[in-house]
């Protein structure tokens, strides 16, 4: 079990308990937290479950793979602190995850 | 060889309307005239069932794989290692001394340092900038309409709102905008078939240079000068690509790219959506009744019409899917009209329904990193067009069957009529 806070990009704040092994995407998508749009279901295959991950998370959240790095790298709005949420799946390590949504999911 | 052999077409088996009376392994379900009658329906159903990942040994481009399935078809579009996009990504060969090249058909890391030039121009910034233009030119066409009488909506608001956009994006020249229609056809037409609308492949090699002659006379005019958002621009002043006016192909290519990439799906789905409600009267009545419904309907209509029913690959090396073993160099169709069906994952898969939960979740725009680029610019015209097309029309009402494309690749519509029923005050 972790607490995960989502913050929208105008600023709201949506805190969620998930259960681990939950990703981070399905978290979101479970609590109706709006901007991220997962149109491939989890496959790491559409990169619309983006998110920034709050820096104090980084290390926790862990390093893209190749599959997803191809996918992130492809988007304009990419930043070091990227990921694809739904290759993030929930631990008691990641209790208190902080991540930030874009604008926009492309 | 002593033997003349008869060419090959002569001794192909046409499919018949119904699946069931070919044995399984004689399936040949890329066969263009199965989609212009929509018999082609049938034949995924059966694959779906019986041969779920199909080899078809006589083809008219020659043997392919068929993939039919929603999962198997997601694994080999995410699985761009496995699985080459190149030289093609339809079933026939390019020519081999007049080959596009455009990054939909290039592996990486090519692929992706092409696409990331081009893309910013179709990325949810720029679109916020381009929406009132948008919404401005759909309201001048839906209130040029003649109302009460049949007219083609194909041509009058499909075909005439995608130029418009792409004449927007390239920032082209408003008054010649539809010989971006015209080379959008002339690039996806096959002069091999009896319906293509150029007669050979020579005329319709000089078509295409003179597209490129054309977008060279823009290039040349806006390479240096900075700073245009528009895509010609871009190219022109991008640091990967500033010197693509120079290989020729490869600008001629990606101009096609967009072209047709903006064209034909785009255009599909305009028709595709309005043919969809008249057929589905009770989900028209949703929308009259609730048209917040919108953006999820667009989804549904993207899914439903499917505009580009499949995408090739080749495999690189012997790779096993769906329980088959494809060799390496084997030509592999994921036919994303058939996974748009599949029941095992989209429940009522067969229905049109605009309500549908997790309609985002189709196949229509590919998965991977050649996921469509301009998925976002294509929603928004869609639910653009139908905001306003709501705010007018109690009914736009089809009044004919309409034409269905000879094609396997492209699925839309040649022509379909309607009637526009306004509003009552
Ligand atoms: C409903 C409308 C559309 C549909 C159904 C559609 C469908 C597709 C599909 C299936 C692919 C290949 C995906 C894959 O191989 O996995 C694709 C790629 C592409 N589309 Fe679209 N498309 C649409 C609209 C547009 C528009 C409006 C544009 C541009 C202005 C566009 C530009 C492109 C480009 C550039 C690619 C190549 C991407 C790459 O290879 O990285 N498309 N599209
Ligand atoms: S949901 Fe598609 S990549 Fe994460």
């Given at each position: 079990m972790a607490k995960i806070t989502f913050i929208e990009h105008n600023g709201t704040k949506h805190e969620v308990d998930v259960d681990n092994g939950t990703s981070v995407m399905n978290a979101a998508i479970d609590n109706l937290v709006p901007g991220i749009d997962a149109d491939c279901g989890g496959q790491c295959s559409c990169a619309t479950c983006h998110v920034y991950i709050d820096s104090d998370w980084v290390a926790k959240a862990g390093s893209p793979d190749d599959q997803e790095e191809s996918m992130l790298d492809l988007?304009?709005?990419?930043?070091?602190?990227?990921?694809?949420?739904?290759?993030i799946p929930v631990t008691d390590e990641l209790d208190g995850l902080v991540v930030t949504l874009p604008e926009f999911q492309f | 060889m002593s033997e003349v052999r008869e060419p090959q077409s002569d001794e192909r088996l046409q499919m018949p309307s119904d699946p069931y009376s070919v044995p399984l392994d004689k399936?040949?379900?890329?066969?263009p005239h199965l989609f212009a009658n929509g018999d082609h329906w049938k034949y995924f159903e059966r694959l779906r069932s019986e041969a779920p990942v199909h080899y078809c040994?006589?083809?008219?481009?020659g043997p392919y794989w068929s993939v039919t399935k929603y999962d198997d078809i997601c694994h080999v579009d995410s699985s761009h290692n496995l699985f080459s996009s190149e030289p093609a990504i339809v079933l026939a060969d390019p020519e081999e001394d007049f080959e596009l090249e455009m990054f939909i058909a290039m592996d990486q890391p090519k692929h992706d340092v092409q696409r990331k030039t081009a893309s910013p121009v179709v990325a949810p910034q720029n679109l916020k900038v381009l929406e009132s233009t948008i919404r401005e030119r759909v309201c001048t066409i839906l209130d040029s309409l003649p109302v009460g009488e049949s007219f083609n909506w194909v041509d009058r608001v499909s075909i005439e709102l995608t130029t418009q956009m792409l004449a927007t994006l390239f920032d082209f020249p408003f008054e010649d905008r539809r010989k971006l229609t015209r080379w959008s056809d002339v690039a996806t037409t096959d002069p091999e078939q009896d319906q293509s609308i150029v007669a050979s492949e020579e005329e319709r090699r000089a078509e295409l240079i003179e597209c490129l002659e054309y977008f060279g006379k823009l290039w040349h005019e806006r390479a240096g000068n900075g700073g245009g958002s528009d895509l010609i621009s871009m190219l022109a002043n991008g640091e990967s690509t500033?010197?693509?006016?120079?290989k020729p192909l490869e600008y001629l290519g990606n101009l096609v790219l967009l072209i047709v990439g903006g064209n034909d799906t785009t255009r599909n789905s305009i028709t595709g959506g309005v043919l969809a409600l008249n057929q589905n009267p009770a989900e028209y009545d949703k929308l009259r009744a609730n048209p917040a419904l919108i953006p999820n309907m667009v989804s549904e209509i993207i899914r439903w019409q499917t505009p580009l029913a499949y995408m090739r690959r080749t495999a690189n090396e012997d790779t096993i899917v769906g329980g088959q073993t494809i060799k390496a160099g084997d030509k592999v169709a994921m036919w994303y009209i058939s996974g748009n069906r599949d029941e095992d994952v989209i429940e009522r898969a067969n229905e049109f329904l605009i309500d549908r939960p997790k309609a985002r979740q189709h196949l229509s725009f590919g998965f991977g990193i050649h996921r469509c680029m301009g998925n976002r610019l294509a929603e928004m015209q869609l639910r653009i067009l139908w905001e306003e097309i709501v705010n007018r029309f109690d009914f736009v009402e089809v009044v004919n069957e309409p034409t269905r494309i000879f094609s396997s690749f492209v699925h839309g519509y040649a022509e379909m009529q309607v009637v526009l029923h306004p509003k009552k005050a």
């Open positions: 988007n304009p709005e990419r930043q070091p602190n990227s990921r694809l949420s739904c290759q | 399936i040949d379900v890329a066969q040994e006589d083809g008219f481009e500033k010197d693509m006016v120079n």
